[in-house]
């Protein structure tokens, strides 16, 4: 089969690994959708240890195509639509019994990290980590589900929301533009953050109550104006520094503060009065559980969201390179690569 693998300093290839064949309580699945996170950019620019070593992806969607001699049909039925849940860990201690093997005591696989993931024609994966695919739900859905869009989900149940409040969400790339869509779902009246036009256009369409420009308007100022005082929750999806100061000063007293992006430089507050004086609470939110990723999924297909359209590109998987260039320009929205 074909695989992508990132080379470093931009540079990917397409190379040639067998098909895998499932060990005792391994499946294989095949490969329907596997999306394009903005967390693989990390990889795909540098030049560190992580790259050249396996296939890449980590938003995997398919069908199970093999089983192994120790994993029950009920739990891998052959041609059953499946999700993953794209880490795993010990499985012993109380974060992987929990479902969450990305905290795993013991230090964690990541798929398309630190292990083979889903740029590919096939993946293979431990039975466990499969988490289901509802009918209702297309398989670029999932793909979604598996990264970006579960990870909006879990942040906004990590700040347990309440209807007829107002959230601000700052940065409407496609984790940012999920938060939106989810919030609005939730019913909460969504203040969407950005600097591009586009974006914010698209933060509308997804149920944004109203949109800032945070390139010509100061967004505390405005927050504060649209809220009557600082919104009710606040959640930071961008990883810039400028959005996560915006996100503490702009929240009310009392106010849930979230923090979902990654890579930032350090960003200063007024401690004391930012956050001690505001009897702020403070969150940092790190994907989900696979329970959560299942919970997404229902919750997506019971209220029929529209997440297929976070979708701006599709690409063969023999357009790799083609498709990370453009997705590196942070210019598109959400894309997937199809490797059928």
Partial sequence: MKGVVFTGNRKLELRDFPDPKPSEDDVVIEIKA?????????????????VGKVIAGHEPCGVVLERGKAVPERLARKGARVMVHHYDGCRTCSNC??????????????YGRTGHGAHAQFMKVPARTLVGLPDALTYTTGAA?????????GALKRMELQGGTNLAVFG???????????????????IAVDIVDERLERAREFGADAVINASKDDPVAAIQELTGGGADYTLECSGVPDASVGCVRSARTWGT???????????SYDVTNDIIKKQLTLLGSWTFSAPGQSDCAAFVAEKNLPVDKLF???FKLDDAEEAYRLFDTQTTGKAVILPG
């Fill in 257 to 267: 503060v979230c923090f979902v992006g990654m890579g930032a430089l350090p960003a």
């Fill in 97 to 110: 019994m929990s479902g969450w093997t990305q905290l795993c005591d013991e230090g964690s696989v990541i």
């Fill in 172 to 190: 409407q790339g496609p984790v940012g533009l999920s938060a939106t869509m989810l919030g609005a779902a939730m019913g909460v009246r969504v």
């Fill in 34 to 50: 596997s999306g394009m996170c903005g967390s693989d950019l990390h990889v795909y620019r540098s030049n560190s240890d992580l």
């Fill in 145 to 153: 589900i598996s990264c970006g869009t579960g990870t909006a989900f």
């Fill in 312 to 314: 701006t590109h599709q």
